[in-house]
């Protein structure tokens, strides 16, 4: 197993990765969105293509910039913008106004 690989499986917390990559970041975003954003910084790296042929330098630089990006969506954004995770995803698909609430109700008469 990749040193760096080894790890990163180390971590429970979103700010020991945050740490361990150097990155600054603001408290408040992340015990607000800590679980978001590790989700969104796997979903980053697995669309990244040939992580596993770099070199240990490369490799962090990558993971790296994943994590960054990832923290950078919920400091411009929040977690029902982004949505993450599918209970997000499920909202938006039923979300209805009031109006169209109103249309369902018989009408009065």
Do not use: W
């Amino acid at each position: 197993m990749n040193v760096l690989i080894k790890q990163l499986t180390q971590f429970s917390a979103a700010e020991e990765f945050l740490d361990y990559f150097d990155i600054p970041f603001d408290e408040t975003v992340v015990n607000v969105n800590r679980l978001h954003i590790l989700k969104r910084f796997y979903q980053y790296l697995r669309q990244e293509k040939g992580l596993g042929d770099l070199d240990d330098t490369a490799m962090f630089g990558q993971y790296r910039k994943a994590l960054l990006r990832a923290y950078e969506d919920f400091v411009h954004s929040n977690a029902a913008q982004e949505k993450v995770f599918k209970v997000f995803q499920d909202a938006e698909a039923k979300s209805f106004t009031l109006d169209k609430l109103k249309s369902t109700l018989p009408v009065a008469g």
